[in-house]
């Protein structure tokens, strides 16, 4: 994933594809447990029983609600400090994204 990288962008690319602006993903949390967001920027989508929140103490877990559950937003992660709160006591969910694509990797093959 990137932030701000300079890319090539094709008009009309879908996300996920060459050329695309936007890469699509997801992350799960298990059954009334929470995951950490990965360090990046995204555009979370609104589910069920999900609760985004940010941790508000420098000494401590303090995790309150950012957006409550299935309420979507703009989610900046340092990849320590910010979560998904699963509310279903039974059943894992899986949470979409979307945040900037990084890009193909570079081929630095070369031949003479």
């Not at 950490?36 to 609600?65: C, D, E, H, M």
């Not at 509310?87 to 070369?110: F, P």
């Amino acid at each position: 994933m990137s932030l701000a990288t300079t890319k090539i962008l094709l008009a009309g690319a879908n996300a996920n594809s060459d050329g695309a602006y936007f890469q699509i993903g997801t992350f799960t949390a298990n059954a009334n447990a929470s995951v950490v967001v990965t360090a990046g920027t995204y555009l979370i989508t609104p589910t069920n029983y999900i609760t985004i929140q940010v941790n508000t103490n420098s000494n401590g877990n303090a995790f309150t609600a950012l957006y409550s559950a299935n309420t979507g937003g703009v989610v900046i992660s340092d990849g320590v400090n910010v979560r998904l709160l699963n509310g279903d006591t039974t059943n894992a969910v899986t949470v979409t994204y979307v945040t900037v694509n990084g890009g193909e990797a570079a081929n630095s093959t070369y031949t003479s």
